[in-house]
T-cell receptor, first 112, second 108 residues
Framework: GAVVSQHPSWVICKSGTSVKIECRSLDFQATTMFWYRQFPKQSLMLMATSNEGSKATYEQGVEKDKFLINHASLTLSTLTVTSAHPEDSSFYICSARGNGYTFGSGTRLTVV | DAKTTQPTSMDCAEGRAANLPCNHSTISGNEYVYWYRQIHSQGPQYIIH???NNETNEMASLIITEDRKSSTLILPHATLRDTAVYYC?????????FGTGTSLTVIP
């Protein structure tokens, strides 16, 4: 079945630094990828939708200059959290649309 | 925005069928109903999806009402490993929003 690999699974970074999260579709091509953020005991909140080769579409309230999304190929999308602050600490999850919608295993970001 | 409403939580006895309802009264004709579940600190796992007809796979059954305004996910013989948050999602094109989900607890 379709597999989406997300790395790293967890990361701790210092406030003010940037962190890059990768999302790869391993056995299918994903023309569309989604990025979500999830706070404890809450549902997944869609941050942005990205199509290969074009700019991502961000949801209202999500700062595009802070959360940089690159979808340069049909199998890879990256999310970079720039100048991270403690309030950016969260669980970030990607999803890739192929024959269905497959999710990565998530990245736990802790900013200290 | 999510187009579904689900009960916040449910309990089910191990070995019994778990029936998880979902309301999607504003669903459009070309929108699919998808079900995913999320076990703590993991990515959501696909369960099943459907458009009009009832569907069954190795994990679950999906019953969609004739007017398509609601559906029920059925786990026929719930096990402790089925304890998770279950999300019912209405999808059309690239609109993929999660609602609050139902936290299912399977009790020994």
């Amino acid at each position: 079945g379709a597999v989406v690999s997300q790395h790293p699974s967890w990361v701790i970074c210092k406030s003010g630094t940037s962190v890059k999260i990768e999302c790869r579709s391993l056995d299918f091509q994903a023309t569309t990828m989604f990025w979500y953020r999830q706070f404890p005991k809450q549902s997944l909140m869609l941050m942005a939708t990205s199509n290969e080769g074009s700019k991502a579409t961000y949801e209202q309230g999500v700062e595009k200059d802070k959360f940089l999304i690159n979808h340069a190929s049909l199998t890879l999308s990256t999310l970079t959290v720039t100048s991270a602050h403690p309030e950016d600490s969260s669980f970030y999850i990607c999803s890739a649309r192929g024959n269905g919608y497959t999710f990565g295993s998530g990245t736990r970001l802790t900013v200290v | 925005d999510a187009k579904t409403t689900q009960p916040t939580s449910m309990d089910c006895a191990e070995g019994r069928a778990a029936n998880l309802p979902c309301n999607h009264s504003t669903i459009s004709g070309n929108e699919y109903v998808y079900w995913y579940r999320q076990i703590h600190s993991q990515g959501p796992q696909y369960i099943i999806h459907g458009l009009k007809n009832n569907e069954t796979n190795e994990m679950a059954s999906l019953i969609i009402t004739e007017d398509r305004k609601s559906s029920t996910l059925i786990l026929p013989h719930a096990t402790l490993r089925d304890t998770a948050v279950y999300y019912c999602i209405v999808i059309a094109g690239n609109q993929f929003y999660f609602g609050t989900g139902t936290s299912l607890t399977v009790i020994p």
